[in-house]
């Protein structure tokens, strides 16, 4: 047996106790190398997935990832709906090379600044928008660029299957999907805003919202005002439809308009509401409020007659009749005939101070009454001066705006119910409770006779012959335009204000064309030759899909004659 030596001893135990130190240096080595390593790679997930700010330039992410209700017609057609599109974000702090960042995205989006790029991509700010509202197609392109700190979310982006039809209606979204105008500015005036910011509308949690309009007839309407620009060579035109029994619109649309999926063209000059934004002297379609005031006072009757033979005299100034013709005229015949002289004497004997308060009581005071932020207010004298009212009752020396001659000519016809126009729908029961008793049924029913007598046999009768069988009828109203404190005799706005069926009103319009020009060498500028037409072609394409059939025959038309005038020979052709 071999004895182990102190030497020996000796020996291996420097070797145990090198080796120990060895690998306790090798142990410590790796623990540091893994703790560098975990610290690396917990930089690296953190940058993978790092929690972006709050705020993202001022805004929630909850608000950029929520949506806007769909908004339907009243038949459930989609007006503006919300669709997700990409849109590309970087975080600064992340961006290795801006220099190398920004060529690669210019690559794809080489409509964007480079300057501004490059300025945007340096920093240490973890969320900037680079690019909002890309294509599937050029994101996809974006992430082949494999950049570190270029990201994309999901934004929510109105969109309007119908474009142009009803923009002044709609309105229009910027791009953080906020609303700038028309019925989406009304929406979140209404609080979808504040429902936006709490992170509460999203897209499950909103009902959509129905309008009033209906999209056939909101179609038709949008077609013919665009036809009437090239065939009258007008610089704008407008209308509007109104349930006379709600107070309903089911289309209104002024041109030139815009695309709401492009709100940008919004700004173009001349592109707003001339409805409810612009105010016009409306000439002649003025005179059924004169009739319907002195009629409803008991100031004129239908049977009256008026002495019409000479201008009416002011001062220096007479009034004369446009086509006069100069003989005395039954009140029937004053409206037939749209006499300026006959219709100042109506307003005469009604005095010219309850023809101002009139005018208060049938809404043409301030601004329309209507969920649009665009409108403005008319301008009609706190009071009259002889003269002041004079002009007036034919329909100068103020101004109003279209709607709210729609609203009054609605409530001549409807039974004298004043009611406020709408664009939601509304009950029959809701607008008779809401409304204003502003004339009697009995001069309601006068109205709607001296509106269908005109459409048959006065200024609307070309338009009857289009539009036959819907028994509709108005008055026309050709008002010269104002240059430089002047009336000029060669620029005018025509209108036609109107309604149908008028045996049982279901329907008001209101057509303009502003500053038209004769469309052949056998026509006029005046408004039975554009206005007056455009609103018969109107009515002959919607009544139908509106469940109105046409009735031929004189039976209807002698129903609306009231019992007075019956025996009139000069009716006998009515």
Not at 378 to 404: D, K, M, N, R
Not at 420 to 429: H, I
Not at 491 to 512: E, G, K, M, N, Q
Not at 525 to 538: L, V
Request: no cysteine; proline share 5%; glycine share 10%.
């Amino acid at each position: 047996m071999s004895t182990i030596t102190p030497e020996t001893i000796s020996i291996d135990g420097t070797r145990k106790t090198r080796g120990n130190l060895t690998g306790a240096r090798i142990r410590w080595a790796m623990a540091f190398v893994l703790i560098v390593f975990s610290v690396m790679l917990g930089r690296l997930i953190w940058l993978g997935n790092v929690e972006l700010d709050t705020t993202i330039e001022g805004q929630t992410r909850d608000a950029i990832m929520a949506s806007r209700p769909a908004i339907l017609d009243r038949n459930g057609l989609e007006l503006a709906v919300d669709i997700r599109v990409p849109s590309l974000f970087a975080e600064p702090r992340r961006i290795l090379d801006v220099d190398e960042a920004a060529d690669a995205i210019l690559t794809v989006l080489p409509n964007l600044d480079s300057a501004w790029l490059r300025d945007r991509l340096t920093g240490d700010q973890g969320f900037v928008w680079v690019a909002r509202e890309l294509t599937p197609a050029q994101r996809d392109r974006i992430m082949r660029l494999g950049i570190p700190g270029l990201d994309f979310l999901e934004e929510s982006k109105r969109f309007y299957p119908g474009g142009t039809v009803a923009a002044h209606v709609m309105g229009a979204v910027n791009i953080d999907n906020v609303g700038i105008a028309g019925v989406e500015k009304h929406l979140d005036d209404d609080n979808l805003a504040l429902l936006q910011n709490l992170g509460l509308a999203r897209d499950s949690a909103l009902t959509p919202v129905n309008l009033a309009i209906d999209l056939r007839v909101q179609s038709i309407l949008h077609e013919e005002l665009v036809g009437s620009l090239e065939r009258y060579q007008a610089i704008a035109a407008g209308g509007a439809i109104m349930d006379v029994r709600t107070g309903e619109i089911i289309a209104m649309a002024s041109i030139p308009d815009f695309d709401p999926n492009n709100p940008g063209t919004m700004l173009e000059e001349g592109r707003f509401n001339r409805l409810t934004a612009a105010k016009f002297e409306v000439g002649s379609i003025f005179k059924p409020i004169t009739f319907a005031a002195a009629l409803d006072s008991g100031a004129a009757q239908l049977t009256d007659t008026v002495d019409a033979r000479f201008g009416v005299r002011f001062g220096r100034y007479t009034i004369e009749d446009f086509h006069g013709e100069y003989r005395v005229l039954t009140v029937p015949e004053v409206f037939r005939y749209s006499s300026n002289i006959g219709t100042i004497k109506i307003m005469q004997a009604l005095g010219k101070d309850n023809f101002r308060a009139f005018l208060t009581r049938i809404g043409l005071d301030g601004a329309p009454d209507i969920e649009l932020p665009e409108v403005t207010r008319s301008s009609i004298p706190a009071s009259f001066s002889e003269v002041g009212a004079a002009t007036a009752s034919f329909g100068h020396g103020l101004s109003v705006t279209p709607l709210q001659m729609l609203t009054a000519t609605a409530a001549l016809v409807n039974g004298g119910h004043l009611m406020d126009a709408t664009l939601f729908p509304r009950t029959q029961e809701d607008a008779l409770a809401g409304s204003t008793q502003v004339i009697s049924q009995q001069t309601s029913d006068y109205m709607r006779y001296l509106m269908r007598m005109n459409g048959v046999i006065g200024s609307g009768s070309t338009g009857n012959r289009i539009a036959e069988g819907y028994r509709w009828g108005g008055k026309t109203g050709t008002a010269e335009k104002v240059v430089d404190g002047r009336y000029s005799s060669s620029l005018v706005t025509a209108f036609f204000a109107s309604a149908f069926p008028l045996d049982d009103p279901r329907y008001a319009l209101i057509i303009f064309v502003d500053e038209p020009k004769a469309e052949n060498a056998q026509s006029g500028r005046t408004a039975g030759w554009n206005a007056g037409q455009m609103s018969a072609r109107i009515v002959k394409r919607i009544a139908p899909m509106l469940g109105i059939q046409p009735i031929m025959g004189p039976q209807i038309d002698a129903q609306l004659v009231p019992v007075q005038l019956r025996n009139g020979a000069e009716f006998t052709g009515f």
